[in-house]
């Protein structure tokens, strides 16, 4: 029994790195003058400047809305990967009991 319960909870952490994944998040700053993609894990996959919306020659400001697109595609991250750990939680417990995770 208490194997069985371990083996499900290992596919059940396997299937949510998966969704993590493959899941995307994309932050933006300026009306879309920096974007930012990550994956669910938190991984910054690709970095899009538009060179027309922002003043390059800025550092300061470029580098601000960097950090701003950053964090809003990580904060999407999170709060899936979040969702995602209450799902799988939630299937884990008995029928009914789903609601005291909140």
Do not use: H, W, Y
């Not at 371990?6 to 974007?35: C, P, V, W």
């Not at 003043?55 to 999170?78: G, H």
């Amino acid at each position: 029994m208490f194997g069985d319960l371990m083996n499900q909870m290992q596919e059940m952490q396997a299937e949510m790195r998966r969704k993590l994944s493959e899941a995307t998040f994309t932050g933006e700053a300026q009306d879309g003058a920096i974007k930012v993609s990550c994956d669910g894990t938190r991984t910054v996959t690709n970095i899009s400047i538009d060179a027309e919306k922002v003043d390059l020659s800025d550092a300061e400001a470029v580098e601000d809305l960097l950090l701003v697109a950053v964090n809003r595609a990580l904060e999407q991250a999170a709060a899936f990967e979040a969702e995602q750990g209450q799902a799988a939680m939630g299937n884990m417990l008995p029928g009914g009991m789903e609601g005291l995770l909140g």
